[in-house]
C-alpha cells in the first residue's frame, strides 16, 4: 500500500535516503526548525538549531560560556514550543533568582522571531562554571509564559518550571509530563568551536492514543517510544550540534521512517518600539519625568535586547508627560485591571 506525504513533506526510508538531492537542494543551512513525525505512531518530534539568531541576541553583551549556552537553549526552547502551540502571540521562558543569574528571558514572537537576554549578578565575572540550573538562580524561579496578541481574545498562560533537575533540558522534560501530560524527551548540545557558536535541538513527544487504537497498537505504540527515546539517549553532543536534520534522523532512526516537513525560518527581532519606550518613560512617574526633562535637553533610551536607541528632545519628552498626566487623570483605580500575567520579569 502507498502511503501518502503531506505537502512540503519527505518520507525519511531507506529509498528515499538514497535519492535526497531534492531535499538537500531545500535545506537552509541554519537557523531553522523542522517537525518530523513517525509513520502511524503517535510520537512527533522537532529539531531546531541557531546560529545567526543567537549571535545577535549575544552582539551586546559577552557572556560566560554556560551562560551564552543556556541562553541558546532557552531560545531554542520556546522555538519548538511556540511551533506547537498555533496562535498570534509570544511565547516566553523567563527566570528570577538571586544567584549568579538574576534574571532570564528568552521570546518566540509569531512562531518565527527570537530575542533573549541574562542578566548577571556581577556581569564582569566571566568564570562562571558549569553548574545546576537551581543553583545559577538561587533562590529562583523558571517559568513558561503564553502571552497572546490582545486582539487574539486568548487568555495569558503561564506555568511554573520545577528546578529539581540539573539542566533545562531535564526540567522541561518533567514539566511537560507533569503540565501538559505529554511524555518528552529533549536533548541540547552547543557547538562554541565555530567562529559562530550554534545550539541545536532534539525533541520527541509521545501523543495520546487514538481513541480507536486497539490493544494491539496501544502496546506498539509504548514499545516504539521506548525504543526512540533509547535511542535518541545515544546521541552525542558532536553529532546533535554538527548534522543536519537529516542526516542525524536517518542516522539515530532509520529503522523508524519519519515524515521530514519543510523547514520554518527562524530570525532575531527585537519588539522593541517607540510606544513602549513612550511607557518606559511614563513608569518614571510625573515627577520624576518632569525633573528628567528640566535637567536634560534631550532624553535616551535604550533598549537593552537590540541596542536601538530612542532619543527624545525637551518637547517630545513634554508629549509624554502630558500624555501621562492625562491618563492618570482619566484613570479609574479602583477598576483597573490588566489581561496580562503577572509575570517574572
Known amino acids: 500500500?502507498?502511503?501518502?506525504?503531506?505537502?512540503n513533506a519527505w518520507l525519511l526510508n531507506n529509498e528515499a535516503?538514497?535519492?535526497?538531492?531534492h531535499f538537500k537542494a531545500a535545506l537552509p543551512r541554519m537557523d531553522v526548525l523542522h517537525r518530523f513525525s513517525f509513520i502511524d505512531l503517535p510520537i512527533r518530534g522537532q529539531w531546531v538549531r541557531l546560529e545567526n539568531s543567537l549571535a545577535e541576541a549575544t552582539q551586546f553583551r559577552v557572556y560566560p560560556k554556560p551562560i551564552h549556552e543556556m541562553l541558546g537553549q532557552m531560545l531554542a526552547a520556546v522555538a519548538m514550543v511556540a511551533d506547537n502551540i498555533k496562535f498570534s502571540g509570544a511565547v516566553t521562558l523567563q527566570s528570577r533568582g538571586d544567584g549568579d543569574l538574576l534574571r532570564s528571558l528568552a521570546e518566540c514572537k509569531d512562531q518565527s522571531f527570537l530575542r533573549g537576554i541574562m542578566h548577571l549578578q556581577n556581569p564582569d565575572n566571566h568564570?562562571?562554571?558549569?553548574q545546576?540550573?537551581?543553583q545559577w538562580l538561587g533562590n529562583g524561579q523558571l517559568a513558561l509564559?503564553?502571552?497572546p496578541d490582545k486582539e487574539s481574545g486568548m487568555q495569558p498562560y503561564q506555568g511554573f518550571v520545577s528546578l529539581e533537575y540539573d539542566t533545562l533540558a531535564q526540567c522541561l522534560e518533567h514539566y511537560?509530563?507533569?503540565?501538559e501530560q505529554l511524555e518528552t524527551c529533549l536533548n541540547f548540545a552547543s557547538d562554541s568551536s565555530a567562529k559562530a557558536p550554534s545550539v541545536t535541538g532534539l525533541l520527541l513527544q509521545r501523543l495520546p492514543n487514538n481513541p480507536q487504537a486497539t490493544e494491539i497498537e496501544i502496546d506498539a505504540a509504548r514499545d516504539a517510544w521506548h525504543t526512540l527515546t533509547t535511542l535518541a539517549a545515544t546521541v552525542t553532543d558532536e553529532e546533535l550540534s554538527q548534522l543536519d536534520a537529516?542526516?542525524?534522523l536517518y542516522r539515530l532512526f532509520h529503522e523508524h521512517p519519519c515524515r521530514l516537513h519543510e523547514p520554518r525560518a527562524l530570525s532575531y527581532r527585537c519588539s522593541c518600539s517607540r510606544e513602549k519606550t513612550d511607557t518606559t518613560l511614563m513608569m518614571l512617574g510625573s515627577e520624576d519625568l518632569s525633573a528628567l526633562i528640566e535637567e536634560q535637553s534631550e532624553i535616551t533610551v535604550d533598549c537593552e535586547f537590540c541596542?536601538?536607541?530612542y532619543t527624545y528632545d525637551r518637547d517630545s519628552a513634554t508629549k509624554v508627560l502630558t500624555d501621562l498626566e492625562e491618563q492618570t487623570t482619566a484613570a479609574n483605580p479602583a477598576g483597573a485591571s490588566s489581561d496580562d500575567p503577572k509575570t517574572l520579569h
Do not use: H, Y
Open 1 to 7: 500500500m502507498t502511503k501518502c506525504l503531506a505537502p
Open 17 to 21: 535516503w538514497r535519492d535526497n538531492s
Open 127 to 130: 568564570a562562571i562554571d558549569e
Open 132 to 134: 545546576p540550573l537551581a
Open 145 to 147: 509564559s503564553l502571552i
Open 176 to 179: 511537560f509530563v507533569t503540565s
Open 246 to 248: 537529516q542526516t542525524l
Open 307 to 309: 541596542g536601538n536607541r
